[in-house]
């Protein structure tokens, strides 16, 4: 049986997901702290720091995924203690033709939650493939990247 606490973030997982399936700024920004740190492949280097240099990446995401690419979880674990939870997700992410040649290619999503009001706090995404930079990864496009979600 399922907790509440794995409840909530599920809930909170899948209204993230939908938001960014749906190009929402305001669902993708809903449950993260102010304080939220990103690594991602994309610069800034150094981390989106705060909230309003984690909006500043979404938008290239969008206008990529406006162009026809698919953001949909396919599936989704959440396995919660008194203080502490885990979560992981795998994701379709890509363009039709990137998923139809290379439908196994997944987007992996892992989550640590910490007891309180679950929020996201950090974010923190890695190419699987060593020696590729740029875009690709924060779209997906053809690569595997690793993301990784730790919520307080």
């Known amino acids: 049986m399922m907790s509440e606490d794995e409840r909530q973030i599920r809930n909170l997982i899948d209204r993230w997901?939908?938001?960014?399936?749906s190009g929402?700024?305001?669902?993708?920004?809903?449950?993260h702290s102010?304080?939220?740190?990103?690594?991602?492949?994309?610069?800034?280097?150094?981390?989106?720091?705060g909230i309003?240099?984690?909006?500043?990446?979404?938008p290239p995401f969008f206008e990529w995924q406006s162009q026809g690419a698919r953001f949909e979880m396919v599936s989704l674990d959440v396995?919660?203690?008194?203080?502490?939870?885990?979560?992981h997700a795998l994701l379709r992410c890509g363009?039709?033709?990137?998923?139809?040649?290379?439908?196994?290619?997944?987007?992996?999503?892992?989550?640590?939650?910490a007891e309180g009001r679950w929020s996201l706090a950090r974010r923190s995404r890695a190419p699987l493939v060593p020696g590729h930079h740029g875009l690709t990864?924060?779209?997906?496009?053809g690569r595997r990247p690793l993301i990784s979600d730790v919520f307080e």
């Open 17 to 21: 997901v939908e938001a960014v399936h």
């Open 79 to 87: 396995t919660a203690g008194e203080d502490v939870a885990f979560a």
């Open 52 to 58: 309003d240099a984690y909006r500043e990446t979404w």
């Open 34 to 49: 102010d304080d939220i740190v990103m690594f991602d492949v994309p610069p800034p280097y150094e981390g989106a720091r």
């Open 137 to 141: 990864y924060r779209v997906c496009g």
């Open 95 to 113: 363009m039709e033709a990137e998923l139809a040649g290379n439908p196994e290619n997944r987007l992996r999503l892992n989550s640590g939650v």
């Open 24 to 31: 929402v700024m305001a669902g993708v920004l809903a449950d």
